[in-house]
């Protein structure tokens, strides 16, 4: 019984970071990646955040630079894209939704840019 109570606790109270799931859980960004998974997770549609591969370019120059992220194309099902990029790095992460269409898959991605533009 006393299991129960604490599953059904745990469940109520998820963290917007156990919405990250896939093969691996890196962030570029370091802080301010892992700021983005917060925002991204906190929103009540958003399902599951999974990390794809970072991709770096070949530029001569300092680590580091300007960091931006911004929620791109849906598909037909409301999943979303989101590009985080940071200096010379990007990365692309799927946004898996509980909506089931595209109409409803642009709201939310507007909703989200607008979050990731707020902060």
């Known amino acids: 019984m ?8 745990t469940s109520k109270s998820e963290s917007p ?6 093969s691996h859980s890196t962030i570029i960004g370091g802080r301010l990646g892992r700021r983005i998974i917060y925002i991204i997770g906190s929103h009540p549609e958003v ?3 999974i990390p794809a591969v970072i991709q770096v370019k070949a530029k ?3 680590p580091g630079g300007a960091f931006s992220a911004k ?4 598909d037909k099902r409301g999943n979303l894209r989101l ?7 990007t990365q ?10 595209a109409v409803e898959g642009k709201r939310i991605m507007n909703e989200l840019n607008e979050l990731l533009q707020s902060k």
């Open 47 to 49: 399902k599951k955040i």
């Open 2 to 9: 006393r299991d129960e109570q604490e599953n059904d606790v």
């Open 60 to 62: 001569k120059g300092s």
């Open 92 to 101: 692309e992460l799927r946004i898996i939704t509980t909506v089931g269409d």
């Open 83 to 89: 590009v985080v990029s940071q200096g010379t790095s």
């Open 17 to 22: 970071y156990d919405k990250l799931g896939g």
């Open 71 to 74: 929620a791109l194309r849906c």
